[in-house]
């Protein structure tokens, strides 16, 4: 997770991060009049920052050399691997398997918000109502097996990921494509369900491999196999699921792109695999793995110093973004019955002390789906807003309508913390839950107020502080500590009852991402991304808005909308985020000059591509 705690991603972000490896949530409609006419590149709002030709981003270095290993450790909740397919649902794929081994047909640049470039494509015409998108291979695009890259390899490499076999949120994400039409070996049309720029970048997102990946096999039997793709490594060796080294191809075909030059500096790249945080921070001062994003703010502060720190032999940095920050925060799932009554649902966010969790300042709070952004919420709703809110008043809170959401706070003082715990009594005696003789919180039929906690991690200290006060007022949370394979089989299948999730990072809102996570189709779709079973008719219309916005006035009047709601109907409890990357590093690396505004640092489960994981170089003569 973002935001200073491990990161489990939803599906919607496991499409973008795991099959789109470098396709921001880009849509609202474009100012830069690129429609009808053959372009290079494409942007939601103005033009592309590099014209066509330009030699290189700006926050690579063109000349970096090349060579030495980078080592990495596992960066997300994925503690082993079973499969190379990162398509399906079942199982867990490797990291670094779609960023190294899959490309889209184009890529997004990494300093200008929301604009894709052509990687596969070498140019791409926009249909004038944005009913179609065509690509225009670059003939020199090559498989790793040396391969043409052609139009029916795009068509097959659609169809599979749109099959039934696919994973849930990757077939619904495809589900704006009607067709994909062959026009010639290497001119391929995409004709669209939806005419908005959230499909337009659905489509050239798009990963592709090779036909004889598999072939002659349905997308679920494809397991062992590695991906016969574009990109410019390849799997050199793997051991048990816990080890994956990969190879750079010193034949890759778009190694002299202008989209390309400045990257992947490194001969190879090893992730190691731990089971623990622990294990893991000690094994990186030993000098086991090169980089270590840290998640933990009490281990920020406390454990990333030492000899080594001191002398110089590792560095310590907060990596600043500019990247918009989803919501962090403990999910509650609505499905159970518990949880229905919202008053429920405020009282467990008066018994979340984030001052407590807090204390030593280093994270933000939370208020928002889009923190770090003009897209949240902000005074009283604008006139824009009302017209997406009006239609809707008797079904939402009337909360909604005023100030935005803020959520309880004690700035550590006692007597605050004892008033938040009286008012979550109140509110849920109001809801019919009322203390019984033996101090347990009951309901009318004698139901003890009791649920789990999910998680993967056992150090963290935020669930035991909750834990001790909600049983201030009588409930009883359950803390399970599970590994990741079975806490994201529980997730796919809804089975849960409060787990702490965070949606990813953004540049402009993703009306189609923000569809997986709170709109009425998902809820009841097992493996999709709306974990808290949220069905809202308001949600729905202004998410269907947002993806057909013309101007950025609009865009962002439907996504403080949804924030309005989303918050004050408390179907979370919110925690924390923050737009830096912390990070401690050996001094062995040399990076560009240029930091790219968006961005993270190793995850390949983001939306940004990782920086330091794809431009950075070791300096000669570096060592450990």
């Given at each position: 997770?973002?935001?200073m705690?491990?990161k489990?991603l939803?599906?919607a972000?496991?499409?973008v ?7 921001l949530?880009l849509?609202a409609?474009?100012a ?5 006419q053959?372009v ?7 033009e592309?920052?590099?014209p ?12 970096a050399p090349?060579g ?9 909740r994925?503690?082993s691997f079973d ?7 079942k199982?867990?794929a ?7 081994l899959?490309e ?5 640049s990494?300093?200008e ?9 070498q140019?791409m ?5 944005k009913?179609a998108?065509?690509f ?7 498989f790793?097996?040396g391969?043409?890259?052609?139009a029916?390899?795009?068509k ?5 990921q749109s099959s039934?076999?696919a994973?849930p949120?990757?077939?619904a994400a ?9 026009l010639?070996r290497?001119?391929v049309r995409?004709e669209?369900n ?8 659905t ?8 036909r ?6 349905k997308?679920?039997?494809i397991?062992?196999?590695y991906?016969?793709?574009?990109g410019?490594?390849?799997?050199a ?5 816990r080890?994956i080294?990969f190879?750079?191809?010193?034949d890759?075909w778009?190694?002299?792109?202008a989209?390309r030059?400045?990257?992947?500096n490194f001969?190879?790249?090893v992730?190691?695999?731990y ?13 086991e793995?090169?980089l ?8 920020w502060?406390?454990?990333h ?11 310590k ?29 405020f ?5 979340y ?9 280093l994270?933000k709070?939370?208020?928002s ?5 003009e ?8 006139e ?5 809110l009006?239609?809707?008043?008797a ?5 909604v309508f ?6 309880p706070?004690t700035?550590?003082?006692p007597?605050?913390l004892?008033?938040n715990?009286?008012k979550?009594?109140g509110?849920l005696?109001a809801a019919g839950?009322k ?9 009318a039929k004698?139901?003890a ?5 999910l998680?993967t991690?056992?150090?963290d200290p ?7 006060n909600l ?5 009883r ?7 990741f394979?079975?806490?994201?089989n ?6 849960f009852?409060?787990?702490t999730?965070?949606t ?8 189609q991402?923000?569809e997986?996570?709170?709109g ?5 779709e097992k493996g999709?991304g709306n974990y ?12 269907q808005v947002m993806s057909?916005a013309?101007t950025?006035?609009?865009?962002r ?5 949804l924030?309005?709601i989303v918050?004050?109907?408390h179907w979370?409890v ?6 830096d990357?912390p990070?401690?590093?050996?001094n062995?690396?040399?990076m560009p ?6 961005f993270?640092l190793?995850?390949?489960?983001s939306?940004d591509p ?9 300096k000669n003569g570096?060592v450990?």
């Open positions: 997770m973002r935001a705690t491990l489990i939803p599906p972000s496991r499409f991060a795991l099959v789109l490896p470098w396709l949530g849509f409609a474009s830069f009049s690129a429609e009808g053959w290079h590149a494409y942007a939601a709002y103005g592309p920052k590099y066509k030709g330009f030699a290189h981003f700006e926050y690579v270095n063109p000349d090349k030495g290993t980078l080592y990495l450790r596992n960066p997300d994925r503690t499969k190379f397919n990162p398509y399906t649902i199982g867990s490797p990291a670094g398997v779609s960023m190294f899959l889209p047909l184009a890529m997004a990494s300093d918000p929301q604009t894709m470039y052509g990687l596969l494509a140019d015409l926009i249909a004038p109502d009913s998108i065509t225009r291979l670059n003939p020199l695009a090559r790793q097996n391969d043409p890259v052609t029916e390899d795009v097959h490499s659609f169809t599979q039934k076999q994973a949120a990757l077939r495809l589900a704006v494509v009607k067709a994909v039409v062959v010639d290497l001119t995409f669209l939806e005419r908005t720029n959230d499909a337009l970048f489509a050239a997102g798009l990963t592709v491999f090779s004889k990946w598999g072939e002659g096999k997308l679920d039997e397991i062992t196999e991906p016969i793709g574009t410019p490594y390849k799997i060796e793997v051991d048990s699921g080890r080294e190879e750079r191809l010193p890759y778009g190694r002299d792109l989209v030059r400045g990257f992947f001969d190879r790249v992730y190691r695999y089971l623990d945080e622990p294990v893991a921070r000690e094994a990186f001062k030993a000098g793995f090169d270590y994003r840290e998640y933990v703010a009490n281990s502060a406390r454990q110093q030492g000899p080594k720190w001191r002398d110089g032999r590792i560095l940095d907060l990596f600043e973004t500019q990247t918009g920050q989803g919501l962090q925060s403990h999910v509650i799932n609505l499905r159970r019955p518990m949880f229905q009554d919202p008053r429920v649902r009282a467990l966010a008066h018994a002390d984030f001052d407590y969790a807090n204390k030593l300042k994270r709070r939370a208020n789906v889009f923190n770090n952004s897209f949240a919420a902000d005074g009283l709703p604008s824009g807003e009302l017209k997406l009006e239609p809707f008043r079904q939402l809170p009337k909360e005023g100030p935005p959401y803020r959520a706070e700035g550590l003082q007597q605050q004892r008033a715990l009286l979550a009594r509110l005696e839950w203390l019984a003789p033996d101090g347990r919180l009951r309901n004698g139901e107020f009791e649920f789990e906690y998680t991690r056992e150090e935020r669930p035991p502080m909750w834990q001790g049983r201030k007022l009588g409930i949370m359950n803390i399970r500590v599970v590994d394979a079975l806490f994201r529980r997730l796919d299948e809804h089975d009852d409060v787990v999730l965070a990813g990072p953004f540049n402009l809102p993703n009306a991402v923000l997986q996570q709170y009425s189709k998902a809820a009841d999709n808290r079973g949220v069905k809202s008719p308001a949600i729905d219309h202004i998410l057909q013309t950025l006035a609009e865009l009047d439907a996504a403080r909308a924030d309005r918050m004050w109907s979370q919110p925690d924390v985020y923050t737009a990357e990070a401690s590093y050996w062995r690396f040399g000059a240029v930091r790219p505004k968006y993270s190793e995850s390949p489960s939306e990782p920086w330091a994981v794809t431009t950075w170089w070791i570096a450990r």
